[in-house]
Structure formats: C-alpha cells, structure tokens
C-alpha cells in the first residue's frame, strides 16, 4: 500500500516537473514572444486602420399568403373552382431565391447605377463616395458602356469649370470642359460637376465601372435572406456595406422591385386570364346558341311547349275523356233500357220510370208528360169507362207521346253511340301522347342539360370576367413592409475586441509554434537530462557558455560564472581522483570528444589553470596529433612537441617543456608537427617514458586528445590515464552521437570515465544550477567568435536590464 502511494506520489511530481520544464522551455524565449505580440498588435492596429468599417442593414418583410389575401390566386381560382388547377400556395423558400434572382438584383443595381463607383484615397484608408460625389458622369452610348465595359478612369478637377481624365491603363484622355463630350475607346462620356461654390477639398476622384454580371454575383453573395424562423413567413433581409444610405437604398429597392415584378406576374396573369374567359365565353355562347336553336327546333317539330305540363294535360284528359266514355255508355245503356220498357208495355198505360240518370232534357220532359196524363187517364177511369171520350183522348194523346218517347230514345242511343265512338278515338290518341311522352322528354332533357350547362359556365365566366377586371384595377403587392431598412451604428466588422484579441494570440501562437517545430526536430544535446536519459556515467559538471574570445578564463573575471564552474569542476575532480587514485604520483586527467569542436581543449586550459591557480604544479600537454591546436589558442609559434619526441630519442621530456608566462606553475607541451601515422606513434614505447617521467614532476597532467568517433589514437592512451573527462558540447552534439560514450562508458575503454558538458546557457536551464545569471558564449577557434550585437539583441538587453531594475525596486 505504501509503495503505490510512494510511486503515484513520483508520478504526480515527475508530472509538475514536466509540466514546469515545458513552460520554463518556451519561458526562456519571453522576448520573442513579447516581440511576437508587440508586432501582431501594431499589424492589428494598422490593419483596422486601413480597413473599411462595415455597418449592417436589415429590413423585414412578410409575404402575403395568396389564400389569405387575394392576388394571384383571386384569377387563378377561375380554374381552380373547376378542378383544372390544384392550389398553389407560396412557397417562402421560393420567394427567398426570387429575392436574390440575377433578374431582380440586376433591376436594383440599374435603378442605384452600383456598378458605377466613385471612390476618393486617403492617406491609408479608400472610400467610396455616394451621392455625394463632386462629379457625375454620364454614358452617351448607352448600356453598351454603362453595363459591359470594365474600366477606371482617374479624374481631377483642374478647376470649377476644367479637369483631366486618365484611364488607369490606356493613359491620359486629356484635359476638358465639364458638359464637354469625350471619346474613349469605349464609347462617349460626359462629366458633370456636382460641387457649388469652392473647389472639392480631394480634387481626384477615381470613377470605376464594373461590369453588370459581377455586381449582380457579388451582391448575390452579399444580400443574405432568411425567414426570422421556421414557421413563419415573415423575412429578414440583411446587407453589409461600408455606407449605411447606400446598403438602405439598396435593401429598400430591392423590395420595391420584387414587389413590382409580382405584381407584372399577378397582372400577366390576370390579363391572360381575362383574355382566356373572353375567348371561351365567345365558344360557349356559339355553343349556347346552337343548343338552345335545337331545342326550339325540337319543340316545334313535336309541337311542344312543356312536356311536362302536356304530360300531365294528357293524363288529365285521358282520365276525363274515360269518365265521359263511362258517363256515354250509362246514358246509351239506359237509353236501352227505357227503349226496351216501351216496347215491352206497348199498348198499355203504365207509369214510366224517371230520374233513370238520363241527361236528355226532351226525353224528361216526355216521360213527365206521359206520366202525368197516365195518372190523369186512371183517375177519370176510376169514374168512367175506357169509351169516356176524355180517355180516349188521354189514350191517343199517350201512344203519341210514347211514340214521340220511343223515337227519342232512339235518336239519343244514336247520338251517345256516335259521341262514344269519337271518346273511344280520342282515348286511344291520349294514350299514344303518353306513350310518346318519355322518348320526347328523354331526347328533349338531354338538349335541355346542355342548354343549361352551356349557361351555368357561360354565366360564371361572366362573373370571372368582373373579377378579373377588378383585380387588374387593384393588384396588391406580393411583400407587406414590417421595418424599412435601417442600419446600425456599431460597425459589424471590423470587430476590434476579436482582431485585437486574435493578434494577442496569434503573436503568442507564432513563436510557440516557432520553438515547438523546432524543438521537435532539434536533435541536438541541450541538458544534462539529455545525457542521463542514454549515460549512466558520471556527469562532472557543465560550463556555461562564455561570451568574451578570452581563453583563460581563470587569468580573467575570477568571479564569473565560468570561473566558479571551473572551480566546481576540480572539486569533483579531486574528489573520484581520491576515490579511485592507487598512487601518489602525478595524476593523469586526459581530455576527449565524439567529434571535433565541442571545446575539449578550452576545457583542458582552463582546468590546467585552475589546478595551477590552486598551487599545484601542473603540466598541459597535447596529444591530438591529427588536428592540433592547443599552440593555436595559446596565441604561441611553433614549438617541438610530443612527436619530436617520439621520433627522435635524442630530445629529452624537459626539451619539450615552456612555461605559461602568466602561471609559474603551469608548464605546456605541445603535441608538435602532424605526423602521418598518428596511431603507431602513439604505440612507441616512448610514449610510456613520457608519461612515467612527468608523473614524477608534476602534481597534475592534462592531456588534450583526439576526438574517439573516428580515430583510434586516443584509446591507445588509455592505459596511462588515471581519469577521462568525455567532453560533451551542448547545443552542437547530435543526440544519437551518444551511443559513442555509451558505448566506451559500457565497455570500461576509457579509464575511470566521467562526463564533462560543455557550453551550457543558464538562461535557457541548462546551466550546472547555480542561477548567476552571468551571459556566456565563447570562441575558441571553431567559427563561433562573437560577434558585432544586432539591433535586436541590444533592444533586448536593454529590456532585460529594465527588467532587473524593476525587480531591485
């Protein structure tokens, strides 16, 4: 339990270290960053100072629903009411796209004349006149020039009553009068003046004409559109210009036309509508004279006026004329009858029935009279005899009425028979009309349904023909203005707080950006950790970087940063010498590298200084017999060396030695003439003579060897040395070149190995740790002299001196 929380605790504090290194890594770098934001801002600044604020121009509009509000659909209902169209609500997605139609933004820009620009230059900024500019030129040529032509004209006004033009690219046109005609190679121009009074303070005006096409695409994109929500038919239409009037006129414009060119639509409509009506109410009434010509023609033919009525007079007197053939036959059967009685009581006197229902008034009378004398006959018989003259009388008078009767009788069964024959004929011809009826009114209902149909259509299209007119005479236009454009003071763009804000941070972004590309492919050794991270052997120190071309620096400044560091490093020196020495003799301290330049023979004189300076007698010698150059930086001439000796055994170890003129107990060797086989001469035996009597004399023995990467000259020395200080440059040696030391420390060839790193800079944490803060870099012969200071590096130091004093405050 303890240790997972000891190793999240390493974790947790590896983790701020890293996180602490990363940021004191781009820290180190606060002058470019401050330099970064510095120049990102003044390239704000002058950014919103030469471009134009734009201002926003809104309007909102809300399109009528056809169904709602009469206009299209008021003409085109004459077909809908008869299923010849569906309905035909607008669509807001359509009005948007003719809102931003080529055709309507074309009609604007005309109407405006916005390919036409007139522009004055200031000092940074570029403006754009609007009705107001101080010249106004017109097109003599028509749209030829006005609408196709791209060109630039450059116009001073000379005087009240003079300027010079110049086209931008076909030169000078001269000098003219305004209202004076002027011939370009695009077609005749005038000018005229718009200015009163005194001259325009900025006499040069640039005229430019763009061509339509381009305008109409660049204001497409311009003009945004957009319902305020989903539901909803109400429109936002919203325009960015750098002048508030020109994007109002603009947007209020565009609407004006819109609103006209639906309304050229509703009354297109409406006049092709009326004029459709008008041509089929010509075929209909054709066609309704033809039907109605058919019907009279019918009716005449059958002889009829109204079936229906007829029909119901047949069955009206078909009904009667069977009532009177009824009533006829009971007349002729009681005509019959009464005949039939006469002839059975011939000769007698009997009362004769009445009231049989007989209509013949004659017949009555007789059968009363007879009757009456009958009655009169039995009453004077009742007193007398037949022979009573009276009766005989009565008796004549009775065979005369009842012959008188019976010839009645026959005359009225003749008539009633006769009156029963035309009844029976007139029945069966009522009966035949009815039987007719049905055909007749069949084939007369079908002309009567097209007769009607005809007039129904014809009528209607009458009342369309009113309609349409009416709607012609007041069409309503298709938007209904909620806001007028109107425009906001606050310039949209721009945006000052977000410019400002994204040069802050693209100025922070640059440099980091800069140092973490070039961190990632930066294989070069900066640190300690980078050595740590492949070496498990020993690190003596580091030694800062030193800006003077001094290469003693222990005879210099005893209290600098490099000084100290030389110090530190005998410190350790002595220290694994005491720990790992077997001998009392002189100590052997041999100086090597990877490759060449990485300063292992600065480092040689100044350690063999800093031995000096403590009291000890110290001997420098160099033994990189391929590329020497201790005498080089000693500032001495040539002198005999390590190869003198070697190859010629005459000369004696102090022949070789000369003293530093500034140390007393520094003496040198120099590695001598560059021989051509430096390996084999480190294999003679003399070399071990060399070293055994100068081990006797001197406390300290420096020796500057060859770099190991390549040659092999300095492992055959090994065996003489009692310690390797393995010179590493930082910021010059290649991270993969370690598998070099790596490689020796592992294999044990190089006698009590330890790592010197060399170079260091303490501002960017790389130093040995003691924050002096003292500026170092040196040149000691491998083309890194310092330089003359740059203008920049002189502003910085100055900073950082400000900086210092502010923090002593």
Do not use: C
């Not at 294989?523 to 050595?531: A, G, L, P, Q, Y």
């Not at 003489?720 to 044990?748: G, S, W």
Request: charged content about 25%; overall charge neutral; hydrophobic content about 40%.
């Amino acid at each position: 339990m303890e240790l997972n929380q000891q190793n999240s605790y390493n974790q947790e504090e590896e983790s701020t270290i890293n996180l602490r290194e990363e940021f004191d890594k781009y820290l180190r770098y606060w002058k470019w960053f401050l330099l970064s934001v510095v120049l990102s801002i003044i390239v704000a600044f002058y950014y919103l100072r030469k471009t134009t604020p734009q201002y926003e121009s809104s309007a909102t509009i809300m399109i009528k629903d056809d169904k709602m509000g009469g206009g299209m659909m008021t003409e085109l209902s004459a077909f809908q009411d008869l299923g010849i169209l569906g309905d035909n609500k607008n669509s807001i997605d359509n009005e948007i796209e003719i809102l931003k139609s080529r055709t309507i933004i074309e009609n604007v820009i005309k109407e405006l004349q916005l390919n036409v620009k007139y522009i004055r230059e200031g000092h940074i900024r570029v403006r754009d006149y609007y009705n107001d500019a101080p010249i106004k030129m017109n097109f003599l040529d028509g749209d030829s020039i006005l609408y196709k032509t791209k060109a630039t004209f450059m116009v001073k006004v000379l005087s009240k009553t003079s300027f010079s033009i110049e086209d931008t690219e076909l030169g000078s046109l001269g000098t003219h009068k305004f209202g004076q005609q002027i011939t370009t190679p695009y077609g005749h121009l005038l000018l005229i003046p718009e200015f009163t009074g005194e001259m325009p303070s900025n006499p040069e005006v640039y005229i430019s004409i763009i061509p339509l096409k381009l305008m109409v695409s660049s204001f497409r994109e311009a003009i945004k559109v957009e319902p305020t929500t989903k539901k909803t038919s109400v429109i936002n239409i919203t325009l960015q210009d750098a002048i508030q009037k020109r994007a109002q006129d603009i947007l209020n414009t565009l609407i004006k036309k819109y609103n006209e060119d639906a309304i050229n639509d509703k009354n297109m409509v409406s006049k092709s509508t009326a004029a459709f009506i008008e041509s089929r109410l010509q075929i209909i009434n054709g066609e309704l004279s033809l039907v109605e010509t058919d019907a009279a023609s019918y009716k005449k033919e059958n002889k009829l006026t109204d079936i229906k009525s007829e029909a119901t007079l047949f069955l009206e007197n078909v009904s009667d004329t069977k009532k009177r053939i009824l009533e006829a036959n009971t007349q002729k059967r009681l005509a019959e009858f009464m005949i039939e009685y006469l002839n059975q009581n011939q000769g007698e006197t009997k009362l004769m029935p009445t009231n049989l229902g007989l209509t013949d008034v004659t017949i009555a009378t007789l059968i009363a009279k007879y009757n009456e004398l009958v009655l009169e006959r039995n009453r004077i018989l009742k007193s007398s005899s037949l022979q009573n003259p009276v009766v005989v009388n009565l008796d004549a008078q009775l065979q005369t009425i009842q012959q008188s009767l019976t010839k009645s009788l026959n005359n009225t069964k003749q008539s009633i028979q006769i009156a029963l024959t035309d009844l029976n004929k007139q029945e069966k011809l009522i009966d035949a009309k009815i039987i007719e009826v049905p055909q007749q009114e069949k084939e007369y209902r079908a002309i009567e349904r097209q007769q009607q149909i005809k007039e129904t259509l014809y009528l209607y299209l009458l009342q369309k023909r009113e309609e349409t007119a009416i709607s012609l005479a007041v069409t309503a236009p298709n938007a209904k203005i909620i806001d007028v454009a109107f425009s906001n003071d606050i310039a949209v763009s721009p945006k000052k707080n977000i410019i400002l804000l994204a040069s802050l941070l693209i100025g922070l972004l640059i440099p980091f950006i800069i140092v973490y590309v070039r961190d990632l492919f930066d294989t070069k050794i900066h640190s300690r950790k980078d050595i740590e991270q492949k070496l498990k052997a020993p690190i003596l120190g580091d030694i800062p970087a030193e800006k003077s071309k001094e290469q003693f620096i222990m005879t210099g400044d005893l209290r600098s940063s490099s000084a100290e560091a030389f110090r530190l490093l005998r410190t350790n020196i002595n220290f694994m010498l005491a720990s790992t020495s077997t001998h009392n003799l002189g100590k052997t301290i041999f100086l090597t590298s990877t490759i060449s330049g990485e300063g292992k023979t600065f480092i040689a004189i100044n350690l063999a200084s800093t031995l000096a300076l403590s009291g000890k007698k110290v001997l420098l010698m160099g033994m990189d017999l391929r590329a020497p150059k201790l005498t080089q930086y000693l500032g001495i001439g040539d002198k005999k060396g390590v190869t003198h000796y070697i190859t010629d055994s005459s000369i004696h170890e102090s022949d070789l030695v000369f003293q530093h003129q500034d140390l007393k107990n520094l003496d040198i060797i120099s590695s001598g003439a560059i021989p051509p086989n430096p390996a084999e001469l480190m294999m003679n035996p003399r070399i071990k003579q060399l070293f055994e009597s100068i081990k006797k004399t001197y406390d300290y023995i420096i020796v500057d060897t060859a770099p190991v990467n390549l040659v092999t000259d300095t492992l055959l020395l090994n065996t003489y040395a009692d310690m390797f200080i393995y010179v590493i440059r930082a910021n010059y040696l290649d991270k993969r070149l370690l598998v070099v030391p790596e490689t020796l420390y592992k294999e044990k060839r190089l006698n009590n190995m330890a790592i010197l790193l060399n170079d260091t800079d303490h501002q960017k944490g790389y130093g040995y740790g003691y924050g002096y803060g003292y500026g170092y870099g040196y040149g000691y012969g491998y083309g890194n002299d310092k330089e003359n200071k740059k203008w920049w590096q002189t502003f910085f130091s100055a900073a950082e001196k400000f900086s210092d004093k502010l923090k002593k405050r």
